[in-house]
């Protein structure tokens, strides 16, 4: 039996999607040590798994890049909070690693201390690691876009010229940024990085949680990079009773867990469907149900739901393009209309639309008309959610990510020589 230790940043929108990867691998007779919210506790050793809670300095350094105005200022603003959650999160790592002491470290793709300690014991020892990636892969391709914006992929010389452009612009700004990670990868023994896009390609393996045709075709795919389809692990939960009452075609709108101030969305879809057939059900997550006026009795406004169960009995998502709930809606074969709100939700949109699953409003560009335009178009893209449905299917899942992790550790068994 191998011991691995799965270590996640503080956020449930990159624990759950490992879950399912968590309990593949407990079943193949591992050890399985899930380093994550404090909070969790419950719902991780509920699963048979082990939990470990992560440091209460990273937990209290909270992301706030939705009060920055532009998006290059929210990514500089998201960067200096995975910045300074790294050198809690080394030792936060190395503490881990002597009492738990295992054989494989496979870290979230955000938490850049832990990786920096992974890859300083690899170069000493020889033993392999991993790293999993719940959201666009932001590494430069031919065939790929400039990672930010939500371009579609190029198909001219234009297009490419603009996207090199772009990626300039990006490394540009997070030069300091960069500068300032590798000064502590050197701390650890950490080689230095070649750029902002290595970070994702210096694990042995990349479980990268999505897979085309949501995902653009790479020309080819990055090395030790593997799309092997969402992760769609959820609390258990059971749709309300009232869910089913209601008349279809039903709309389920649904917003940020992490508070994003993206409440217009929610004002947005009700006015839009106020007239429309059928019925609308919002949850408001992050934000005070109260705050908004149902248009109709057709219509239920809420904190919460669990979505796993809710979202296969609607006709339409509308979200803000958080890569949980959007993936999840696809993978239930339910189009999305997505209305981006920061980070790297205009990725998410515009794979939706390019995939054929779903549309996407601007967020510059919403309006009452527009979403509602853009609801009709994405509720007929069905047949395309449910292409993009079976296509996560054949992906692999949590089964290939075992079958990955565990080459890891015959390769980390292996009798070679550790490296001085």
């Given at each position: ?34 380093q ?23 937990e ?5 890049d ?26 936060d ?142 609390p ?31 004002e ?6 106020a ?24 219509a ?18 509308v979200?803000?393009?958080g ?29 939706a ?19 509602r ?45 550790a490296?001085?």
């Amino acid at each position: 039996m191998s011991t691995i230790l799965i270590y996640t940043s503080p956020a449930r929108g990159h624990l759950y999607p490992m879950m399912d990867v968590a309990l593949a691998m407990r079943d193949a007779g591992h050890r399985v040590v899930v380093q994550t919210l404090a909070a969790e506790a419950e719902r991780v050793t509920a699963e048979g798994l082990e939990h470990r809670a992560i440091a209460a300095e990273i937990e209290a350094l909270t992301l706030d890049d939705y009060r920055q105005g532009s998006p290059m200022r929210q990514l500089r603003a998201a960067f200096d909070c995975w910045l300074s959650r790294a050198p809690h999160e080394v030792d936060d790592v190395r503490a881990a690693r002597a009492e738990v002491d295992p054989d494989l470290l496979l870290v979230d793709a955000n938490t850049w201390g832990a990786a920096a300690v992974a890859e300083a014991e690899a170069l000493r020892t020889g033993r392999a690691w991993a790293m999993f990636l719940p959201y666009a892969l932001p590494v430069p391709s031919p065939t790929t876009p400039a990672f930010g914006p939500g371009f579609a992929p190029p198909t001219n010389a234009a297009h490419r010229l603009r996207d090199r452009l772009v990626w300039a612009v990006l490394n540009g700004a997070l030069r300091e940024p960069v500068r300032r990670l590798q000064s502590l990868r050197a701390q650890v023994g950490a080689p230095p990085l070649d750029g902002y896009a290595d970070l994702f390609l210096r694990a042995d393996v990349l479980l990268y949680r999505t897979a085309e045709p949501f995902e653009y075709p790479r020309v080819p795919w990055p090395r030790g990079v593997h799309a092997i389809g969402p992760g769609l692990w959820a609390p258990a939960g059971e749709a309300p009773q009232w869910l089913r009452d209601l008349p279809r075609p039903r709309v389920l709108v649904s917003v940020s867990t992490e508070l994003q101030e993206d409440g217009a969305i929610i004002e947005a879809a009700l006015d839009a469907l106020a007239d429309e057939p059928g019925s609308v059900v919002v949850t408001t997550a992050a934000l005070d149900p109260g705050s908004f006026q149902p248009p109709h009795d057709r219509a239920r406004i809420v904190r919460f739901l669990p979505h796993a169960s809710v979202i296969p009995e609607m006709d339409l998502v509308v979200t803000h393009g958080g890569m949980g709930t959007t993936q999840r809606a696809l993978a239930a074969g339910v189009p999305v209309c997505v209305v981006p709100w920061g980070r790297d939700q205009s990725e998410s949109a515009r794979r939706a639309d390019v995939s054929g699953a779903g549309t996407m409003v601007p967020r510059r560009k919403l309006t009452t008309g527009s979403l509602r335009a853009a609801m009709r178009e994405a509720r007929a893209r069905r047949e395309g959610a449910q292409r993009v449905a079976e296509a996560f299917r054949d992906a692999g899942g949590a089964g290939r990510a075992v079958e990955l992790l565990e080459g890891l550790l015959d390769r980390s068994h292996a009798p070679t020589a550790a490296i001085a």
